[in-house]
């Protein structure tokens, strides 16, 4: 998944229009915008150096993974209210099930039921 999230947020930074029109849908959720492309794709890197460390430590890592689960989480949320706003619901759904949704359930899950023994929940 770091891999991943890491090759995601540098084609976000590398080429923001590429990417754009790359991925399905995006392009119908508003006009291209560069420089908000960038920001997300920092996200996603900074989600990739979570995920990364605590695959790596997990003890040590488990803090920067649940926040990066809580981002990824908060993001699958708005693309289900878009998708329940939207004229096409179930087929915005069905795109966004891999790449939004299974993206944000593993780190999720991995919060919830991996966090290392003496790590705080707070």
Request: aromatic share 12%; proline share 7%; hydrophobic share 55%.
């Amino acid at each position: 998944m770091a891999l991943l999230f890491a090759a995601n947020g540098a084609a976000m930074l590398v080429a923001p229009l590429g990417w754009y029109d790359a991925v399905p849908g995006v392009p119908a959720t508003g006009p291209f915008n560069a420089h908000f492309v960038r920001d997300i794709g920092c996200v996603y890197l900074v989600c990739a150096l979570g995920a990364g460390w605590y695959a790596w430590r997990p003890a040590q890592g488990w803090p920067a993974l649940a926040a990066a689960a809580a981002w990824l989480t908060a993001h699958a949320a708005v693309h289900v209210y878009d998708a329940s706003c939207g004229s096409t619901p179930l087929g915005d759904l069905r795109r966004d099930l891999v790449g939004v949704y299974l993206f944000a359930a593993i780190p999720l899950a991995l919060a919830i039921l991996g966090r290392p023994k003496g790590a705080s929940a707070c």
